[in-house]
Each structure stands twice: as structure tokens, then as C-alpha cells.
């Protein structure tokens, strides 16, 4: 297989490139200067770039409604190309967002991107594309969550990307698909094998990814998602440092490539575990790497997993010679102490002992507890960063998020929690409903989506806080379930700690010394929660309380126990 970069697409055609001409650059800067002007976010970003660098070929720019529709119900661009995933840009109504205009596409610091000439506009609906292409409308998957933040329209139309999103960090491994092309041309290998991940490597991933090499005479291509992946997940700086190391000191130089990829997951299971196989296809990979539950966003709300463990190889299989790209599945690897070596489940010798740490052990026995891992499961120097960098659970960032109706007890039993949680060493930050309306929401109305966006600016503040490892109780009356979840997501869900104040309307209503309740039985309050707009109440919160039958100090004293049983504080 040729691996220079004018290798076809999976379905013919050159690699997409959007870039314009260097030479062009300062006029269309000039121009463009002049456009309304548009930030995206985050993930449209990773999506421009992606599209800019042709990871994404054969798409030219985002989805027309055609095409739209088409994948979410075939998994097929309208030309009949498969392409599983929809990729779009959606933004809510705005009067400059018209047919024939062209805008300036920008990030969050306002750098100039790209140019769009707007040739689409179309509604689309959240359920179906939550529905058809994630298989679900449980809020707790985190992209069914984030998509009531995508936009009401998606636009479509000629995209002029002038320059890529700035990276400062290992510039050395970022790699377009022409340039990883080239740098596996020049390891010789006539086979590409390539891995995604999220995670950080154990000895099992590295078995497993040198066998998976070796069993089709190839290179390995390293390619771990540096963009979006799952809320919660160990960030991408912590990953990379582990993956330098592994490959500087323990794989063949000769059959492995570090290399970056800037995608934007969506946590979709089997559907993008093809998308995923496409996409290294781009990159000049004819083997992938597909893991039990790929992509997988973990459990629903009633505890069960949202994707069979093996649908995703499945589909990748059941599309690989249409795509080029066969499915390699990924082994479950046990350690044999007694030969000091490791092996597929499948292949241990009868009697033989087994040793394997799981997932959750490795996040609950060893790395909230600050308990090094033993060097036959994680290579010393990747556990040394690991240890670095993800300090145990009652060092870690902690948000407390009360919900409940107006007058339900959540700031009394938060000012009592205050104390406990000095008396046990943890400093926290209270980010009332209140005060925030006064300050960092001055000026909202009360409307659903004004209430969404004060949610979201609290949900904001806390993720920061938990990011620098800081405690923060947040206490709201937040009371749509789909915005909490997408806090939730933010913020993420190993340090997010939902506290339903479960008091019924008529004991809130007695409470009410500012006759609220009243002025909204009389009708001179309008879209007051709990009379005329609706409080939906969680569903699987991880901690409920009652304040009509119990007192506020005891409430404290079991949400203090539920942080010890889980490892918060000590």
C-alpha cells in the first residue's frame, strides 16, 4: 500500500484540502475583516480543522441538509458515500445568518479562521438525530446533552479556511493526513495498523498493540484524540506525556508513529467506531483497532450500558472492505505472574494464574488513593505521570450541585455542609442561585433559555473550580433535568455530585416568607417553578433528601457520609 499523500480517499479522490493559497491570505483577511462575525465553539473548531486538513474526506465542508438527513438515517451521504456521523454547524437565529451571506468564522480569542459563504439554512430535530444516530435520548449521554446547546439552525455552504486552529502544545506530533502519510511511507512498512485513544497506555495496550502490528507485518500508527472525548476524561497533556514515553523507551522505532489527531468525539458507539476507521484511513491506516463498547460513553441513566460490547466491531467489520480498512478486535490481555508475561484470555494455559486490573480498580484502588500500580500492570515511568498529575479522590475537585424548588431548604443545608467540610480539611466555595442572579447573571430574565444560561455560567464556574481542584457547592433551583445533565458533562461525572432537596410544593409554599408563591397563584408572577413552569425533579440523583421531615444539620451529616463511603474526604 502507498502511503504518500496523493493517496485516494476510502472512495476515490484526493485528500480535501481546505486551506487557501498562502498568497491570498492578507486580501481575504482584509475582506473577511469586514463580515458579521461568528465564534464557534470548541468542538466546531476541532470539526473546522478536521475538515480543513481532509481527516474528514471526502466532505468538503459541513452538511447540507441533504446530506444531513441522509446520514441520520443511512449512514450514507447522498451520493450513496458512507459516512455515518453528521457533521455540522449549527447556530440559533441571527438576522445576519441569510442565504448568500458571506461570514467570518472565528475562535474564542476572535482569531480569524475561515470565510463561509452561506448557501444552506435548515431546522433540524434534536430527538431524531439523538435517537437514529446515538440510539438514545437518555440525558446522561453526554452528546444527547450538548446538542440542546448546538443551535436551532445548521448552515451550510463554500468554506475558505486561512489558517488552523493555533496548538502550542507538542506542535512536534501534530500531523496532518498527507504529512502522517508520508512519515509511515518513510518506515516502509506496506501495512498501517492504527489505535485511538482516550485513555493512558498499561502494559495490556501495549501488548496488544505490538502484537496487533506484528500479526499483519506493520506499523503501528499511535493515534491518540487530543480534542473532545469524554467528559471526565484524564486530559490530553497527562495522555501525550505517557504515550512520548512509552514509545521513546519501549516500542521499535521502526514500527511506530506518535501522531495527534485534533477530533472532537461524540461518545457514539458503533457508528463511530466507523467513523473513527474512516477517518484513519485518511491518515493511511488499512488496519484499526476496535475495543470492547468503542466509544462508548459508559452507563445510562438506570445504570446500563447505552452500546452492546460488541457492536462497534461488528459494524466496523461488517463495512471494512467498503472502506478499506479491516477491523482488528481488541483482546482481552491477563498477566501470567507465574511466567511474567502477558496473554489473551482466550490462550491461558489451563491452572494457570491470572492477574488483570480493571478500569475501575485502576480509578478506585490505586489512583483516588494514591496507591502506586504495580509496574507488571503500568510501566513505572507512565505511573509516575499518572501519579503526578491525578492526585488521590479527596485531593481531588468536587462540585455539589443542590437542586430543588424555591424554598426547599438547599441554601440552609448548605450553610450547615459549609463547616463539616472545613472540619474535614476540604475548603469549599458556595455559588448560591441568588447571589449569582445579582452578579454574575445580572440582567437575565426568567425565561427558559435565560435559565439556561444562568445554569450554565454557575456550571461554568464550578468546572473551573474542580478543574484546579477546589471544592464548590452549587445551589439552585436548576430545574431543567437535560441543563443539569449538560452540567453534569461539564463539569464531569467522577466529581459531580447531584443533592435533590425532595420537599413537596405545599411545604415550600408554607416556607415563603417573601409570598412569592402567592404573587404566583395570583397570577402576577408569570413562569414561577412549580406553578406555571415545570421543576423536573431528577431522576437518578446521587444523593435525596427531605427537609419537612428532617433537620437541616442531619441532612449535611448524610451527604458528609455519602463523601466519605465514596472516597471525598477522609
Given at each position: 500500500?502507498?502511503?504518500?499523500?496523493?493517496?485516494?480517499?476510502?472512495?476515490?479522490?484526493?485528500?480535501?484540502?481546505?486551506?487557501?493559497?498562502?498568497?491570498?491570505?492578507?486580501?481575504?483577511?482584509?475582506?473577511?475583516?469586514?463580515?458579521?462575525?461568528?465564534?464557534?465553539?470548541?468542538?466546531?473548531?476541532?470539526?473546522?480543522?478536521?475538515?480543513?486538513?481532509?481527516?474528514?474526506?471526502?466532505?468538503?465542508?459541513?452538511?447540507?441538509?441533504?446530506?444531513?438527513?441522509?446520514?441520520?438515517?443511512?449512514?450514507?451521504?447522498?451520493?450513496?458515500?458512507?459516512?455515518?456521523?453528521?457533521?455540522?454547524?449549527?447556530?440559533?437565529?441571527?438576522?445576519?445568518?441569510?442565504?448568500?451571506?458571506?461570514?467570518?468564522?472565528?475562535?474564542?480569542?476572535?482569531?480569524?479562521?475561515?470565510?463561509?459563504?452561506?448557501?444552506?439554512?435548515?431546522?433540524?430535530?434534536?430527538?431524531?438525530?439523538?435517537?437514529?444516530?446515538?440510539?438514545?435520548?437518555?440525558?446522561?449521554?453526554?452528546?444527547?446533552?450538548?446538542?440542546?446547546?448546538?443551535?436551532?439552525?445548521?448552515?451550510?455552504?463554500?468554506?475558505?479556511?486561512?489558517?488552523?486552529?493555533?496548538?502550542?502544545?507538542?506542535?512536534?506530533?501534530?500531523?496532518?493526513?498527507?504529512?502522517?502519510?508520508?512519515?509511515?511511507?518513510?518506515?516502509?512498512?506496506?501495512?498501517?495498523?492504527?489505535?485511538?485513544?482516550?485513555?493512558?497506555?498499561?502494559?495490556?495496550?501495549?501488548?496488544?498493540?505490538?502484537?496487533?502490528?506484528?500479526?499483519?507485518?506493520?506499523?503501528?500508527?499511535?493515534?491518540?484524540?487530543?480534542?473532545?472525548?469524554?467528559?471526565?476524561?484524564?486530559?490530553?497533556?497527562?495522555?501525550?506525556?505517557?504515550?512520548?514515553?512509552?514509545?521513546?523507551?519501549?516500542?521499535?522505532?521502526?514500527?511506530?508513529?506518535?501522531?495527534?489527531?485534533?477530533?472532537?468525539?461524540?461518545?457514539?458507539?458503533?457508528?463511530?467506531?466507523?467513523?473513527?476507521?474512516?477517518?484513519?484511513?485518511?491518515?493511511?491506516?488499512?488496519?484499526?483497532?476496535?475495543?470492547?463498547?468503542?466509544?462508548?460513553?459508559?452507563?445510562?441513566?438506570?445504570?446500563?450500558?447505552?452500546?452492546?460490547?460488541?457492536?462497534?466491531?461488528?459494524?466496523?467489520?461488517?463495512?471494512?472492505?467498503?472502506?478499506?480498512?479491516?477491523?482488528?478486535?481488541?483482546?482481552?490481555?491477563?498477566?501470567?505472574?507465574?511466567?511474567?508475561?502477558?496473554?489473551?484470555?482466550?490462550?491461558?494455559?489451563?491452572?494457570?494464574?491470572?492477574?488483570?486490573?480493571?478500569?475501575?480498580?485502576?480509578?478506585?484502588?490505586?489512583?483516588?488513593?494514591?496507591?502506586?500500580?504495580?509496574?507488571?500492570?503500568?510501566?513505572?515511568?507512565?505511573?509516575?505521570?499518572?501519579?503526578?498529575?491525578?492526585?488521590?479522590?479527596?485531593?481531588?475537585?468536587?462540585?455539589?450541585?443542590?437542586?430543588?424548588?424555591?424554598?426547599?431548604?438547599?441554601?440552609?443545608?448548605?450553610?450547615?455542609?459549609?463547616?463539616?467540610?472545613?472540619?474535614?480539611?476540604?475548603?469549599?466555595?458556595?455559588?448560591?442561585?441568588?447571589?449569582?442572579?445579582?452578579?454574575?447573571?445580572?440582567?437575565?430574565?426568567?425565561?427558559?433559555?435565560?435559565?439556561?444560561?444562568?445554569?450554565?455560567?454557575?456550571?461554568?464556574?464550578?468546572?473551573?473550580?474542580?478543574?484546579?481542584?477546589?471544592?464548590?457547592?452549587?445551589?439552585?433551583?436548576?430545574?431543567?433535568?437535560?441543563?443539569?445533565?449538560?452540567?453534569?458533562?461539564?463539569?464531569?461525572?467522577?466529581?459531580?455530585?447531584?443533592?435533590?432537596?425532595?420537599?413537596?410544593?405545599?411545604?415550600?409554599?408554607?416556607?415563603?416568607?417573601?409570598?412569592?408563591?402567592?404573587?404566583?397563584?395570583?397570577?402576577?408572577?408569570?413562569?414561577?417553578?412549580?406553578?406555571?413552569?415545570?421543576?423536573?425533579?431528577?431522576?437518578?440523583?446521587?444523593?435525596?433528601?427531605?427537609?419537612?421531615?428532617?433537620?437541616?444539620e442531619a441532612n449535611a451529616q448524610k451527604i458528609v457520609q455519602y463523601l466519605l463511603t465514596e472516597g471525598f474526604v477522609r
Amino acid at each position: 500500500m502507498n502511503h504518500s499523500p496523493e493517496l485516494i480517499t476510502p472512495y476515490g479522490g484526493q485528500l480535501v484540502n481546505l486551506l487557501v493559497d498562502p498568497n491570498q491570505n492578507e486580501k481575504l483577511k482584509e475582506y473577511a475583516s469586514k463580515l458579521p462575525s461568528f465564534q464557534l465553539t470548541e468542538r466546531q473548531i476541532c470539526d473546522l480543522e478536521m475538515l480543513a486538513i481532509g481527516a474528514f474526506s471526502p466532505l468538503r465542508g459541513f452538511m447540507g441538509e441533504a446530506d444531513f438527513h441522509s446520514v441520520v438515517n443511512t449512514m450514507r451521504l447522498k451520493n450513496g458515500t458512507l459516512f455515518p456521523m453528521p457533521i455540522t454547524l449549527g447556530f440559533d437565529p441571527h438576522p445576519e445568518l441569510q442565504i448568500g451571506q458571506e461570514i467570518a468564522l472565528r475562535d474564542r480569542k476572535y482569531n480569524l479562521l475561515a470565510v463561509l459563504r452561506i448557501e444552506e439554512i435548515y431546522g433540524w430535530d434534536h430527538n431524531e438525530v439523538a435517537q437514529k444516530v446515538f440510539g438514545t435520548t437518555d440525558l446522561r449521554h453526554p452528546i444527547v446533552t450538548e446538542m440542546y446547546r448546538w443551535g436551532k439552525l445548521n448552515i451550510a455552504g463554500e468554506l475558505r479556511v486561512l489558517q488552523l486552529p493555533v496548538h502550542h502544545d507538542f506542535r512536534e506530533l501534530r500531523h496532518t493526513p498527507a504529512e502522517t502519510r508520508q512519515k509511515l511511507a518513510d518506515l516502509g512498512q506496506s501495512n498501517v495498523v492504527a489505535f485511538q485513544t482516550r485513555n493512558p497506555l498499561h502494559r495490556a495496550h501495549e501488548e496488544l498493540t505490538k502484537r496487533a502490528a506484528e500479526s499483519v507485518n506493520g506499523t503501528l500508527l499511535l493515534h491518540p484524540v487530543v480534542g473532545l472525548t469524554k467528559p471526565g476524561d484524564i486530559d490530553h497533556f497527562t495522555r501525550v506525556r505517557s504515550y512520548k514515553e512509552l514509545v521513546a523507551n519501549h516500542y521499535d522505532p521502526q514500527r511506530v508513529l506518535l501522531s495527534l489527531l485534533p477530533l472532537a468525539m461524540r461518545m457514539g458507539g458503533p457508528r463511530e467506531a466507523l467513523w473513527h476507521a474512516i477517518i484513519r484511513r485518511n491518515y493511511g491506516a488499512n488496519h484499526f483497532i476496535v475495543g470492547r463498547d468503542h466509544a462508548g460513553p459508559g452507563n445510562d441513566s438506570k445504570g446500563q450500558p447505552f452500546y452492546g460490547p460488541y457492536d462497534a466491531q461488528d459494524l466496523v467489520a461488517q463495512y471494512a472492505s467498503e472502506i478499506g480498512v479491516q477491523m482488528v478486535p481488541f483482546k482481552h490481555m491477563v498477566y501470567l505472574p507465574d511466567e511474567d508475561r502477558y496473554e489473551e484470555i482466550d490462550n491461558v494455559p489451563e491452572k494457570a494464574r491470572i492477574a488483570a486490573i480493571s478500569g475501575t480498580q485502576v480509578r478506585d484502588e490505586y489512583l483516588r488513593t494514591g496507591k502506586a500500580l504495580p509496574e507488571w500492570f503500568t510501566r513505572p515511568e507512565v505511573a509516575k505521570i499518572l501519579a503526578e498529575t491525578f492526585p488521590p479522590r479527596h485531593k481531588q475537585g468536587l462540585c455539589l450541585w443542590f437542586t430543588g424548588l424555591s424554598g426547599a431548604g438547599k441554601s440552609t443545608i448548605a450553610e450547615v455542609l459549609v463547616n463539616l467540610l472545613f472540619e474535614h480539611g476540604r475548603i469549599p466555595t458556595v455559588l448560591d442561585g441568588d447571589v449569582i442572579r445579582t452578579h454574575l447573571s445580572k440582567g437575565l430574565g426568567f425565561s427558559q433559555e435565560d435559565r439556561d444560561i444562568n445554569i450554565r455560567r454557575i456550571g461554568y464556574v464550578a468546572s473551573e473550580i474542580v478543574k484546579h481542584g477546589g471544592t464548590v457547592i452549587c445551589a439552585a433551583i436548576s430545574p431543567y433535568r437535560a441543563t443539569r445533565n449538560d452540567v453534569r458533562n461539564m463539569i464531569g461525572q467522577e466529581n459531580y455530585v447531584e443533592v435533590f432537596v425532595n420537599t413537596p410544593i405545599e411545604v415550600c409554599e408554607a416556607r415563603d416568607v417573601k409570598g412569592l408563591y402567592a404573587k404566583a397563584r395570583r397570577g402576577e408572577l408569570k413562569g414561577f417553578t412549580g406553578i406555571d413552569d415545570p421543576y423536573e425533579a431528577p431522576e437518578y440523583a446521587e444523593i435525596n433528601l427531605t427537609t419537612h421531615d428532617t433537620h437541616p444539620e442531619a441532612n449535611a451529616q448524610k451527604i458528609v457520609q455519602y463523601l466519605l463511603t465514596e472516597g471525598f474526604v477522609r
